[in-house]
């Protein structure tokens, strides 16, 4: 019988971050992932550069039923302790748009840099190993694995949600939750992409590989970043984070011109251009193809002298506002987070640990807390693995 003061079941992002903390603690840390790689998910981030946080982090950036569950841990473990964790492993970085912090190298250094904490703290590392059955006990709990039986003071599951499952993401947090009657919120893709109605499709499809800059709303939510056509729908930065706010039946509407006054311009070019055609004069702000497939689509044509301010003011109305209703998105296979999962209500926003179940620790992406796009969702990760590190 293998014992231990804590075991975690996952070993990424949040897992890893978990076990480093309770090991300097002085605690006996045994970290079991049931595939053959640790923190696929994090190798797999940001093109291979891991988004691994977002220097504008805060409560604003998360959906929750509880909108405020989030704040202890992130106040106690900011985005700026990560980035010092960061800067002293040597892995240089840089910032991209909206706060968003990348690796100048690889994801790697990031695995590398838990690998390493969890090396110093006297963490036990396991992968390929699954865990079969889970018992409380007295002191504890009794773990049945396909590597044989442990027994533990705290357990914590990070095994998080279930997006990519070809990453090794499966329900297994919430199937624990359930079992130890913890309530589990309907789970969703999100931050996906979006399919369209077959209609929509034969003039978006064309356009795959093509990005614009918008400004993209639904349900009182609004997100201006790039818009990008595929041959299945719609994705890009706007539309991942716009989905994770979007109900099926939705429409969702598009700003194709957030930068401008679009009649206000139309009027001008058509003074300064009477004699050329409207998708000429659109062409000079976004691609040609766009400007193409939408006018045949919305039936737009004509010299700019031949449209009167009527006709303009319908043509920047339709650009302005593109309203457009998604058949669905793409699923868990290419959603970077699931929305939804195990109830905060059920959770001490300190230390993450299950009021019902003393010593049952959940953290990471399986809780009913999910970021915005951009970093945001490691940093959850970072936190709440702190947090329930200090914890266990």
């Known amino acids: 019988m293998q014992e231990y003061d804590v075991i975690i079941i996952g070993g990424g992002a949040s897992g890893l971050m978990c076990a480093a903390t309770a090991g300097y603690r002085g605690r006996s840390v045994l970290v079991i992932e049931h595939t053959r790689k640790l923190g696929r998910k994090i190798l797999m981030s940001g093109g291979g550069r891991c988004n691994f946080t ?5 409560p604003a950036n998360f959906l929750s039923d509880n909108p405020h569950f989030c704040k202890s841990a992130l106040s106690r473990y900011p985005a700026a302790s990560f980035i010092e ?9 840089h910032e991209k748009t909206l706060g968003q912090l990348f690796c100048n190298e690889s994801s790697r250094e990031i695995l590398q840099l838990l690998l390493t ?8 590392l396991v992968t390929e190993t699954r865990v079969e ?3 409380r006990q007295d ?3 009794l773990l049945r694995t396909s590597a044989g039986e442990m027994r533990c003071s705290s357990l914590v599951i990070a095994t998080g949600g279930l997006s990519i499952p070809n990453g090794g993401a499966t329900g297994f947090a919430y199937d624990v939750a359930r079992q130890f009657g913890l309530e589990v919120r309907d789970t969703r893709a999100a931050l996906v992409p979006f399919t369209l109605q077959p209609a929509d499709l034969d003039y978006i499809k064309p356009l795959s590989g093509i990005a614009h800059p918008v400004s993209v709303s639904c349900n009182g939510m609004q997100f201006r970043e790039a818009l990008l056509f595929t041959h299945r729908g719609l994705s890009g930065p706007a539309i991942l984070q716009i989905s994770s706010y979007w109900q099926p039946g939705d429409a969702i509407e598009i700003d194709l011109f957030p930068d401008i006054d679009l009649l206000a311009w139309l009027k001008q070019q058509r003074d300064e251009r009477p004699k050329a055609e409207l998708q000429t004069v ?3 702000r976004m691609s040609k193809r766009v400007v193409q497939a939408l ?8 010299h700019m002298a031949d449209l009167g301010n009527r006709r303009l003011a319908e043509i920047a109305e339709r650009f302005h506002h593109w309203q457009i209703k998604p058949s669905g998105t793409e699923g868990y296979r290419t959603a970077e987070v699931t929305l939804g999962g195990i109830s905060t209500d059920e959770l001490s926003s300190k230390t993450l640990e299950a009021k019902k179940v003393p010593g049952l620790f959940f953290i990471g992406e399986c809780l009913d807390v999910t970021g915005h796009l951009g970093g945001h969702n490691f940093q959850w990760a970072w936190a709440s693995g702190v947090a329930a590190g200090q914890a266990v």
């Open 54 to 58: 977002n220097i504008h982090n805060g």
């Open 85 to 93: 964790l960061v800067e002293r492993h040597g892995i240089e970085f």
């Open 117 to 124: 904490e969890c090396d110093w703290a006297g963490v036990q």
């Open 133 to 135: 059955q889970i018992a």
């Open 139 to 141: 002191n504890g709990f």
């Open 282 to 284: 659109l062409a000079n």
């Open 295 to 302: 006018c045949q689509q919305w039936g737009f044509s004509g």
